[in-house]
């Protein structure tokens, strides 16, 4: 498939009311596509993230409630589009150690459910989510895509997975699929179980002290921006059938680092403490993760556009505006 516009395009989206979810979702609308959006059902009737898009844009958007974990709701949610984004996941580490069967029930199931469908009802293209998670600590640096993949998390091998399912039905039965690998994608709206939000809500609450896992880990943070335009353009691309791609900034850092650079964000300087509560078991810990963009660059023509520094004020503000929403005092699993 290979669209230059989106105008008119049908398309399918879950875990839209997500963080990266909600982003891509008003970007499609932003760009005249028909946009079917799956958020996961609750009693509240509340569409996560997407409960925030300006009026305008909303109406272009098609809400769906429901769960991965039902094969006939994806169904419907799949019928009649030409491009699905597949993003639904659960995607917290800390929880996957409690709940893993969860984690399996649906990353991996419900990505079946999607593949199924999708093939099923001929879809022009598949972009399923995968995540820097996969390949552990790095063997070597920086991280290309023929990395080897290893579980050092309940939820790293459900992706790890839910990765070889949509390979397995690109070989097998000629689905146009395609992985899109992000690196540490950080901004506006990201949860409180991710470090750069718990940092900077920390900071500005007025915390005395800064209380992280460890400190030493490398990653490297991918501005929400980008990771979407990477999405828009692997689906995009005749180029991306049937293979796998990193999207990452290439550039290092570590958590103690990046810490630092949002305390000068927010302008306070505060003690960091190790809370031993958020440290991973030392199996599990990924320390570091630096990504190989080259394939990106080649095959799709994308490159990240946004600084670490630039990225990271605009979070901050978002932050800073959204305060209540973090519980900065609580650790968040």
Known sequence: MNMKSWKGVRVAVTGAGGFIGSHLTEE???????????????????????????PALARRIDVLSGDLTDPYLIDKLVAGNEVVF??????????????????????????????????????KKVVHTSTSEVYGTALYAPIDEKHPRQGQSPYSATKIGADALVESFHRSFGLPTAIARPFNTYGPRQSARAVIPTIASQILAGSPVVRVGSVSPVRDFNFVADTVEGFLAIAGS??????????????????????????????????????????????????????????????????????????????????????????PARYNV
């Not at 932003?30 to 300006?54: D, I, K, P, Q």
Request: a positive charge; aromatic letters at 6%.
């Open 28 to 54: 499609l609308a932003r760009r005249g596509a028909a946009v079917r959006a799956l958020v996961r059902y609750n009693s509240r009737t509340h569409w996560g993230f997407l409960e925030r898009t300006e």
């Open 86 to 123: 597949h993003l639904g996941a659960l995607i917290a580490i800390p929880y996957s150690y409690q709940a893993p069967a969860q984690y399996v029930e649906t990353n991996v199931k419900g990505t079946l459910h999607v593949l199924e469908a999708s093939l099923r009802h001929k879809v």
């Open 238 to 327: 005749p180029s991306a059938v049937g293979t796998d791609i990193n999207l990452g900034s290439g550039r290092a850092v570590t958590i103690g680092e990046t810490a630092h650079l949002l305390m000068k964000l927010c302008g306070r300087t505060v003690p960091i403490a190790t809370d031993r509560a958020r440290i991973r078991p030392r199996k599990s810990e990924v320390l570091r993760l630096i990504c190989d963009n080259r394939k990106a660059r080649r095959l799709i023509g994308w490159r990240p556009l946004w600084t670490l520094e630039k990225g990271l004020a605009a979070t901050v503000d978002y932050v800073r505006s959204h305060l209540d929403d973090y519980k």
